[in-house]
């Protein structure tokens, strides 16, 4: 249906290389990341805040989409996405997600909206992506 794609560059040691980040769309245009924006937690990106964006952005569309099926439309939502990096044996492994979403949505109760909260959290597409526990926070105002 739809193809895109994200590329990286990368130089030297992963302690002291450098590597940049770009998007097909543009809005990131070698954008810098290392090992100490990602680890230390100085200037750049990271994978991490990358797929915390995409997660939140994935989830906020799909629920706007069941949102829709149920004859509602939101005023605003915000969403973020808490993405978890931790030492895993050798290596490092993403172990949680949390989505912090609040909402402006007319006419919905809360029991009906922390249904369709949660239908858009399990069928989100990035969600589906995850193997990982993915918890949510759904507040509407």
Same mark, same amino acid.
């Given at each position: 249906?739809?193809?895109?794609?994200?590329?990286?560059?990368?130089?030297?040691?992963?302690?002291?290389?450098?590597?940049?980040?770009?998007?097909?769309?543009?809005?990131?245009?070698?954008?810098?990341?290392?090992?100490?924006?990602?680890?230390? &937690?100085?200037?750049?990106?990271?994978?991490? #805040? /990358?797929? $915390?964006? +995409?997660? %939140?952005? *994935?989830?906020?569309?799909? =629920?706007?989409?069941?949102?829709?099926?149920?004859?509602?439309?939101?005023?605003?939502?915000?969403t973020?996405?808490?993405?978890t990096?931790?030492?895993?044996?050798d290596?490092?492994?993403?172990?949680?997600?949390?989505?912090t979403?609040?909402?402006?949505?007319? &006419?919905?109760?809360?029991?009906?909206?922390q #249904? /369709?909260? $949660?239908k +858009?959290? %399990?069928? *989100?597409?990035?969600?589906? =992506?995850?193997?990982?526990?993915?918890?949510?926070?759904?507040?509407?105002?």
């Amino acid at each position: 249906m739809s193809t895109t794609y994200g590329s990286a560059k990368w130089q030297g040691g992963i302690r002291d290389g450098k590597g940049a980040i770009s998007t097909k769309s543009g809005a990131l245009s070698d954008y810098p990341y290392g090992f100490a924006s990602r680890f230390e &937690g100085k200037p750049g990106s990271n994978p991490e #805040e /990358l797929l $915390g964006a +995409a997660h %939140a952005a *994935c989830f906020t569309m799909a =629920l706007s989409l069941i949102l829709g099926e149920a004859k509602l439309t939101a005023e605003q939502m915000e969403t973020k996405a808490d993405v978890t990096l931790e030492k895993d044996g050798d290596g490092f492994s993403i172990t949680s997600v949390h989505l912090t979403l609040s909402a402006k949505i007319p &006419g919905a109760d809360d029991a009906t909206f922390q #249904e /369709l909260a $949660g239908k +858009a959290k %399990a069928g *989100c597409p990035v969600s589906k =992506l995850f193997n990982t526990k993915i918890t949510l926070d759904a507040t509407l105002l």
